[in-house]
């Protein structure tokens, strides 16, 4: 039976490793011909707006290739790679809900930032956490707005997120980027 399983685990990894990997060559084109769109010049302002969402759709997308690709790596016992450089995490956070607004456009997102929030952060994956905390404080509490605080303190920088709906207890504690 162990035997059996790590054989099927080997080929389950084997599989979302070549899936994660073929995927990329559709949303390259998919990338491509949006960026085309943008470029032309000849689109108007809602067909410019909806080229910009597929662009950000396909950004989320590879996003999402790579998190399962990291998957597989860590599966096999091989690091997560982090991409860690200097950065505002405020821009990051901004630059997240940017993204939630354009798929819950009912819904009003709003960032504070308070102190200095340079640091030496991977940027996709603290924008996929602040994207992912602030989806799911309003879609799981069905509120229709959603805030999100980032503040210096010292040593250590605080991220909350809020809303008006019903709340969410999630407590992440000695999470390092």
Do not use: M
């Amino acid at each position: 039976t162990r035997r059996f399983a790590d054989r099927a685990t080997r080929y389950s990894d084997r599989f979302l490793g070549i899936l994660a990997h073929d995927v990329r060559n559709p949303l390259h084109l998919i990338n491509l011909a949006a960026e085309h769109l943008l470029i032309d010049g000849a689109l108007e302002e809602t067909r410019i707006e909806n080229a910009s969402r597929i662009l950000r759709g396909v950004r989320r997308i590879e996003r999402l290739v790579n998190d399962l690709a990291v998957l597989v790596r860590h599966r096999v016992n091989q690091p997560v790679p982090l991409a860690k450089t200097n950065l505002d995490l405020g821009v990051i956070c901004e630059e997240a809900l940017e993204e939630a607004k354009a798929s819950h456009v009912d819904v009003v997102f709003e960032v504070q930032r308070r102190g200095d929030l340079t640091g030496i952060w991977d940027r996709e994956r603290l924008a996929e956490l602040v994207s992912n905390l602030a989806v799911n404080a309003v879609v799981h509490a069905s509120a229709k707005r959603g805030d999100l605080q980032v503040e210096d303190q010292g040593p250590f920088v605080i991220l909350k997120v809020t809303n008006q709906g019903s709340p969410i207890f999630c407590r992440y504690a000695g999470i390092y980027f």
